[in-house]
């Protein structure tokens, strides 16, 4: 089984470039997340969608946007890529009603120089 | 805000020996409490949880009980093994309105034989 795929796995950005990382779910999962993973602050909810339709801001939403293309698909866009974004990418999905488990892909490491 | 702080890491063990990576959380409500682990390479996974008080989640020989008094949710193991090497995450969630989960710092272990 697939579970939760991302792409790309690896992505080196100029500052100023955009570039938007895919996810896809195939478990049929209400809500999806973005996190991102940084060295000694454990992983930061960025934005998350609930339900198809929906999204709404996480922790640390700036310089960040979403799109719930359908139920299986959840995108996270650059804009305008900063080095502070360097980091690495985790999209995870979750059914309702909560149950505490979120299904993670394998990542997407982003440096932007 | 809700917050969860682990012990620091690394942690280097032989095999065989007891393991405990230390939990605190500060929340307003009453959370659900979860460890999950990430091996190299790969996204996070759920190894176990607990939904309240004096509960206990095990899985895979690791065990942690939700301890209200002391806002703590400690991961223990008796016998460690090598293939444990990987980096455990603490969380807890309020789920209002979405499976939003609030992680620690994650602390890395390495087992060695």
């Known amino acids: 089984n697939a579970g939760v795929t991302q792409t790309p796995k690896f992505q080196v950005l100029k500052t100023g470039q955009s570039m938007t990382l895919q996810c896809a779910q195939d478990m049929n999962h209400n809500s999806m997340y973005w996190y991102r993973q940084d060295p000694g602050m454990g992983l930061r909810l960025i934005y998350y969608?609930?339900?198809?339709?929906?999204?709404d801001k996480g922790e640390v939403p700036n310089g960040y946007n979403v799109s719930r293309l359908n139920k299986r698909e959840f995108s996270l866009r650059l804009e305008s890529a900063a080095p502070s974004q360097t980091s690495v990418y985790f999209c995870?999905?979750?059914?309702?009603?909560?149950?505490?488990?979120?299904?993670f892909g394998e990542g997407s490491r982003l440096t932007v120089l | 805000g809700d917050s969860v702080t682990q012990m620091e890491g690394p942690v280097t063990l032989s095999e065989e020996a007891f393991l405990t990576i230390n939990c605190t959380y500060t929340?307003?409500?009453?959370?659900?409490l979860f460890w999950y682990v990430q091996y190299p390479g790969e996204g996070l996974q759920l190894l176990l949880k607990?939904?309240?008080?004096?509960d206990k989640g095990s899985n895979k020989g690791f065990e942690a009980t939700y301890r209200k008094e002391t806002t703590s949710f400690h991961l223990e193991k008796g016998s460690v093994q090598v293939s444990d090497s990987a980096v455990y995450f603490c969380?807890?969630?309020?789920?209002?309105?979405?499976?939003?989960?609030?992680f620690g710092q994650g602390t890395r272990l390495t087992i060695n034989p």
């Open positions: 929340a307003t409500g009453y959370p659900s």
């Open positions: 607990a939904t309240k008080a004096d």
């Open positions: 995870a999905s979750s059914e309702v009603p909560d149950t505490g488990e979120l299904f």
């Open positions: 969380a807890l969630s309020d789920f209002r309105g979405a499976q939003k989960l609030v």
């Open positions: 969608s609930a339900s198809e339709g929906t999204t």
